[in-house]
Each structure stands twice: as structure tokens, then as C-alpha cells.
């Protein structure tokens, strides 16, 4: 899963009261990972750049340059590899520079375009710009919206949660680290990703459906552990998710978003209690 460690150990001092210790803590590792597509065989151009937990790294990148628009089809991708391991000539790196840039090789032939490179928007939590002009981006990638008849029960929704928080190994050692995960309306896991970045897990999560011919996500809950921002909509509307779930509140922006792609939104969803923010006919109440 993972070339570099995805966990860290280091010394604390603990109080509980008016008890001191040392001890070993373990955490979560945040690390720089550069995404580079290769064009023509030989001409790097660097995408972006985004601070995350090491593991699924080739999934991450995939899922990036899939839910910005640059990539649309995993039949684009030659191969993924870490910087001095794939095609061409091959030049001795630091284990931390080789394993914190991705290089994803697009096939001969295949045209991309690059000022979606320099004006794309999601890397951060907040573009700079405005509200209607991030809705008017994602449009601009050729999302619709959603017609998914996914139908999913209270008491499926109930047990999410938990079934999430189960299956975080590392955030169970660690207690830092985001949930991505992908149910299908029975509440059975498909898949989870874990990253200190939410968005990171998400991206993983989608990059591993999309490598695997998985997409659109039909009949599919994305849950976050975290809050529901824009870009985690963002990316479920490119993704064909029709039900997205936060434990935490979504932001005003995602309700818009998910209003606009036809997404059910719930947050806030803490076992049986939970609000539905968008396209409540989905939640069979």
C-alpha cells in the first residue's frame, strides 16, 4: 500500500492530571507528493502539488487529474510511477524527492489540455474567486446532473458511521487521518481510503474506481468522516455519486453544488440523527 511509512512515531510528554509520563505517540505522516504528467514521452509538466499521507499514492494522482477534467479515461494512462522508476532514462533520487513525485505517463496521441493545468481550481479548500464561478467550473468539465434513482434507508445511513470508523486502521493507531469511503445502498463497504487531507481520500477513493472501470459510482454512498466541502461534492459529481455523507456539516457552497448536480446531501449523520440538505426523495423516510 504504501513505499514510505504512513505512520510516524514520536517522543511525548502526557498529562492526565496530576500524572506525567513519557511516552511513544504514533502519527499520522503528512508528506509532499508532486503529480507530474509526462507528455510526448519525454516533456514533464508538474499538475500540482498536495500535502498528504503516503499509500495509494498512484490512486491519489489518478483521481486528481480525473475529477479536475485533465484525464477522462484510464485507457490515456501508459503507466503511473514513482519519479526515476518508469519509462525513459532513469536518474538516482533522495527516498524522499523519488517518493514524493508521482509521474503519470499519457499515451502517444492523447491531447491534453494544458491550460486546464494553470487554471484549475481545487487544490486548496478555497479558490479565490467566487461561489458561481466554481459551479460554473465544474460545468465546464461536462458534469450533469445526476439521475441516479439510488434509494437508501435511515437505518442504513445509521450504521455508516461506525462501519467507517471500523474500517480506518491507520486513524485507529493514529487518531489524524481523514475517511473516504465508498457503500453501496445495503451499507456494505466497497472501499476506503485514508489521508490526512479529506480531499486526498476522496481522490484516492475515485482513482481507484477509476482505474478499475468503475465509474460512475451508480448506486453509491460517498461518506467523509470529516465535513462536506465544495471540492468534496465536486468530486462526487464527477465521480456519478448520487448520495454523499459527512459526520460533520457541509458548507453553503456544497449544498449549492449538490443541489446543482442532483446530489443527495446528508450531514451531520451521527448514528439514527442526521439532516438531508438536497434531493431528500432518496432517503426513504
Same mark, same amino acid.
Given at each position: 500500500m504504501?513505499?514510505?511509512?504512513?505512520?510516524?512515531?514520536?517522543r511525548?510528554?502526557?498529562?492526565?492530571?496530576?500524572?506525567?509520563?513519557?511516552?511513544?505517540?504514533?502519527?499520522?505522516v503528512?508528506?509532499?507528493m %508532486?503529480?507530474?504528467?509526462?507528455?510526448?514521452?519525454?516533456? &514533464?509538466?508538474?499538475?500540482?502539488?498536495?500535502m498528504?499521507?503516503?499509500g495509494?499514492? &498512484?490512486e491519489?494522482?489518478a483521481g486528481?487529474?480525473?475529477? %479536475?477534467?485533465?484525464?477522462?479515461?484510464?485507457?490515456?494512462?501508459?503507466?503511473?510511477?514513482?519519479c526515476? %522508476?518508469g519509462?525513459?532514462?532513469?536518474?538516482?533520487?533522495?527516498?524522499?524527492?523519488?517518493?514524493?513525485?508521482?509521474?503519470?505517463?499519457?499515451r502517444?496521441?492523447?491531447?491534453?489540455?494544458?491550460?486546464?493545468?494553470?487554471?484549475?481550481f481545487?487544490?486548496?479548500?478555497s479558490?479565490g474567486?467566487?461561489?458561481?464561478a466554481?459551479?460554473?467550473a465544474v460545468?465546464?468539465?461536462?458534469?450533469?446532473?445526476?439521475?441516479? %434513482?439510488?434509494?437508501?434507508t435511515?437505518?442504513?445511513?445509521?450504521?455508516?458511521?461506525?462501519?467507517?470508523?471500523?474500517?480506518?486502521a491507520? &486513524?485507529e493507531?493514529?487518531?489524524?487521518?481523514?475517511?473516504?469511503?465508498? &457503500?453501496?445502498?445495503?451499507?456494505?463497504?466497497m472501499?476506503?481510503?485514508?489521508?490526512?487531507?479529506?480531499?486526498n481520500?476522496?481522490d484516492?477513493?475515485i482513482?481507484h474506481?477509476f482505474?478499475?472501470?468503475?465509474l460512475?459510482?451508480?448506486n453509491?454512498?460517498?461518506?467523509v468522516?470529516?465535513?462536506?466541502?465544495?471540492?468534496?461534492?465536486?468530486?462526487?459529481?464527477?465521480?456519478?455519486?448520487p448520495?454523499?455523507?459527512?459526520?460533520?456539516a457541509?458548507s453553503?457552497?456544497?449544498?449549492?453544488?449538490?443541489?446543482?448536480?442532483?446530489?443527495?446531501?446528508?450531514?451531520?449523520?451521527?448514528?439514527?440523527?442526521?439532516?438531508?440538505?438536497?434531493?431528500?426523495?432518496?432517503?426513504?423516510?
Open positions: 504504501a513505499v514510505r511509512s504512513h505512520t510516524a512515531r514520536r511525548v510528554v502526557q498529562v492526565d492530571g496530576d500524572r506525567v509520563r513519557q511516552r511513544d505517540d504514533v502519527l499520522a503528512e508528506e509532499p %508532486e503529480i507530474r504528467l509526462c507528455l510526448d514521452g519525454s516533456r &514533464f509538466v508538474s499538475v500540482a502539488v498536495t498528504r499521507t503516503p495509494h499514492d &498512484f491519489l494522482a486528481f487529474l480525473f475529477t %479536475e477534467g485533465i484525464l477522462t479515461d484510464p485507457g490515456q494512462i501508459e503507466a503511473i510511477a514513482y526515476g %522508476e519509462p525513459g532514462p532513469r536518474r538516482l533520487r533522495s527516498p524522499e524527492e523519488r517518493y514524493n513525485i508521482v509521474n503519470v505517463y499519457v502517444d496521441g492523447v491531447a491534453v489540455d494544458l491550460e486546464r493545468l494553470q487554471r484549475h481545487y487544490t486548496t479548500s479558490c474567486i467566487c461561489g458561481k466554481s459551479l460554473e460545468r465546464a468539465l461536462g458534469v450533469k446532473p445526476i439521475d441516479d %434513482e439510488a434509494r437508501v435511515p437505518a442504513v445511513l445509521a450504521v455508516l458511521g461506525d462501519r467507517l470508523r471500523a474500517a480506518q491507520v &486513524f493507531r493514529t487518531g489524524g487521518l481523514h475517511g473516504a469511503a465508498w &457503500f453501496d445502498t445495503e451499507g456494505n463497504l472501499a476506503l481510503r485514508e489521508d490526512v487531507g479529506r480531499h481520500a476522496v484516492k477513493l482513482g474506481a482505474l478499475n472501470r468503475q460512475p459510482l451508480r453509491a454512498i460517498l461518506m468522516s470529516g465535513r462536506a466541502s465544495f471540492e468534496i461534492v465536486q468530486k462526487g459529481a464527477v465521480a456519478g455519486v448520495i454523499i455523507a459527512a459526520i460533520s457541509p453553503s457552497l456544497a449544498c449549492d453544488a449538490a443541489a446543482q448536480f442532483g446530489i443527495t446531501l446528508v450531514g451531520f449523520l451521527r448514528g439514527p440523527r442526521f439532516n438531508v440538505y438536497t434531493e431528500p426523495r432518496r432517503v426513504l423516510v
